[in-house]
């Protein structure tokens, strides 16, 4: 008999267990070259903007440039994610941010940039990001194994906040001596470590039985997923909100700045303080998270990050804010390393691409819309008064764990395929359809309104993984029978929807069952389309 597996507790999960892992070590080690130029790539650009022109709105703008291709494009970069090969897509985005990067670097140094021409690269360069990312995040679960997953997520946050922590003071010291175009240089350079390592990546090639996706078809089937998986949009609200007031930190930091400091040094290193911060922050993260509830994490790191808005709306002393930066920095990170962790953990592998396009559409979104309010609302009242505004909705975010609580996330999402093939005198066409299923339940009449409460909640997985149209119908005749019935669009979709069921569906789907009394019918019909006459 084979030994029982044990099982280890979040607590022994140190971070650096995935290192062990090459492929995970090299990309981790390449993804931080390639953050830190890009955060040089951010703050050189601010700062060349405020060369530029005086505009808080076009200062702001750099934000929006960056972020409105999130908001664009993250629902089909979601589904090109999950139906298309994910390394030839990452090596294709990088190619492309290269190239980019390279042109920004070569137009600078020529003399040539225009606030607008700026504004066109940094969308061009966040386009190839936009349309990688989700494919990004998804391919960790096959990096490392299940166990380890929760602490290389960490670990991916810790490069990022480490990036965080070195590209911008770096970028403000190379800006400062060297110029602008330097810092976009480098940048450029930055993305062919990464381009490297996934070129050398041999990912097993994965085969289906069932046919391809269309990229209409998986936006769809992603859309459809959030819509009925209301832990999902509860986090989407929670972050959303919150993401959209902390984006005035991030769009009007150039224009405080530079109040403060005539040298790009100032902003560098205020950003640089942030950065260590949110190393600090990921670290003490994985100390205390088995000690305090996810509420009570979020909440806290809420309200510090609000008042790190309001403090850099009433404070004009650079060394001052320099260090409460180092709590923005924790605060942010704890925030968003606990969001991203449970956005992962409630999406199966068939969907995680697009269910963290719409996160990041959430995100971006919020970050587009907001810093573009925010720099118009710092132009017309002034810096102060959008901060403290900012940092007000922050802390009134609060309110919200009251009517969207955090989701409970240690649930089993493996596929739970256990359904027989149906008898059917022939194999429909993959493309047939509408295809209508039908179950029928016999029921201890006296449990009814028991069941329909259960039948209804069970209405929620039929609908997000695949279903159009649904309805739980009783019989006139005998009215201990019911029959729900609930239509796919085509008898390929309906495949697919077995292999989407879940483990974690099946513990619904057994108290279902419990009020049968009679074995379930379950019988598939397909639309007959009417046929020529000759």
């Not at 100390?287 to 403090?311: C, D, N, W």
């Not at 942010?332 to 996160?359: C, E, G, H, K």
């Amino acid at each position: 008999m084979a030994e029982p597996v044990q099982r280890e507790t979040p607590a022994s999960l140190s971070p650096w267990r995935p290192l062990r892992i090459p492929l995970f070590r090299d990309l981790l080690i390449a993804d931080l070259v390639s953050d830190i130029g890009t955060f040089m790539q951010t703050v050189a650009a601010a700062w060349l903007m405020t060369t530029l022109t005086t505009s808080s709105v076009y200062i702001a703008l750099i934000q929006t440039a960056s972020a409105l291709p999130f908001f664009l494009l993250a629902l089909p970069a979601g589904a090109i994610g999950d139906i298309f090969d994910r390394r030839k897509l990452i090596l294709s985005t990088e190619i492309w941010m290269f190239g980019i990067a390279a042109v920004l670097a070569v137009v600078t140094f020529t003399g040539g940039m225009t606030p607008w021409l700026l504004l066109f690269l940094t969308l061009a360069l966040s386009l190839g990001d936009a349309i990688e990312s989700p494919t990004w995040r998804a391919i960790f679960p096959e990096l490392v194994k299940k166990e380890d997953l929760t602490p290389a997520l960490a670990l991916n946050g810790i490069e990022f906040n480490l990036a965080r922590a070195v590209g911008p003071g770096l970028a403000g010291i190379i800006v400062a001596v060297t110029g602008v175009a330097a810092a976009f240089l480098l940048d450029a350079v930055s993305f062919l470590g990464v381009i490297f390592v996934i070129f050398r990546w041999k990912r097993p090639a994965r085969k289906s039985k069932l046919p391809t996706e269309t990229l209409r078809g998986a936006s769809w089937a992603g859309v459809r997923y959030v819509r009925y998986s209301p832990n999902i949009r509860t986090l989407l609200v929670r972050s959303g909100i919150v993401i959209f007031f902390a984006s005035a930190f991030w769009a009007l930091l150039p224009a405080v700045a530079k109040g403060l400091s005539k040298s790009a040094l100032g902003y560098g290193f205020l950003l640089g303080f942030f950065g260590a911060g949110a190393v600090l922050g990921a670290v003490v993260l994985q100390r205390v998270r088995s000690k305090f509830s996810k509420e009570i994490m979020v909440s806290v790191a809420t309200t510090v990050f609000g008042g790190i808005l309001l403090s850099t709306a009433v404070l004009h002393n650079l060394a001052i804010l320099c260090a409460l930066m180092l709590f923005g920095g924790g605060a942010w990170t704890v925030f968003m390393s606990l969001f991203n962790t449970m956005i992962q953990n409630l999406a199966p592998d068939w969907v995680r691409a697009r269910v963290l396009a719409a996160y990041l559409f959430v995100f971006q979104g919020s970050v587009a819309i907001g810093s573009a309010l925010w720099g118009y609302a710092a132009e017309r009242a002034g810096l102060r008064f959008a901060l403290l505004f900012s940092g007000m909705g922050i802390c009134a975010s609060l309110l919200l764990q009251f009517p969207f609580r955090l989701p409970n996330t240690a649930i089993d999402l493996s596929a739970w395929n256990h359904w027989g093939k149906p008898n059917m005198f022939a194999e429909p066409a993959p493309d047939v359809g509408p295809v209508l299923v039908t179950v029928k339940y016999v029921i201890d009449l006296a449990k009814a309104p028991d069941f329909l409460k259960v039948i209804y909640q069970y209405q929620r997985i039929r609908r997000r993984d695949g279903a159009t149209r649904w309805g739980i119908f009783y019989d006139t005749g005998t009215p201990s029978v019911y029959l729900e019935t609930f239509m796919v669009d085509a008898w390929v979709e309906h495949q697919r929807q077995h292999d989407r069921f879940t483990v974690a569906d099946h513990e619904l789907e057994k108290r279902v069952m419990s009020f049968a009394v009679e074995p379930i019918v379950v019988k598939h019909y397909i639309y007959a389309k009417k046929m020529k006459v000759s």
